[in-house]
């Protein structure tokens, strides 16, 4: 991405709805990358991870990880996560797969419990915030 860009990085179900609904799954501003909520959708539509909430949030995040490198940054960047988890009961798995990622430099962080996601396969949705280096 350059200096100031807007992407549509996904794929599959996602990448069809970022001209219909207006989006961008990640932008770069500046010194700043916003990486829109991202799930466990893979190419085909499918979900990988089924009802594994820790599965589908590992496979977020590898997507995350996948859409900072192409922006210019890393994990060690990240500096607010986001989590939407469609069930209370599911925060410990989450939570453990966002430890395993963020164990030597943690985000500011928020998990929320919402009412649904776009797919009702989707266990957790996540957003991430990141910076370039200083």
Partial sequence: MNQEQHACLSRGLILALCPVIGFSSAVRAGNLVFVAGTTAVDSSGAVIGGDDPYAQTQE???KISAMLAEAGTDWSHVVQTRMYLVRSEHWE????AHREVFAENPPA???VVVAGLLDPRML???EAVAHLGL
């Fill in 93 to 96: 798995h989450v939570g453990r």
């Fill in 109 to 111: 962080a928020t998990m």
């Fill in 60 to 62: 977020a995040l590898r």
């Fill in 124 to 126: 957790v949705e996540i």
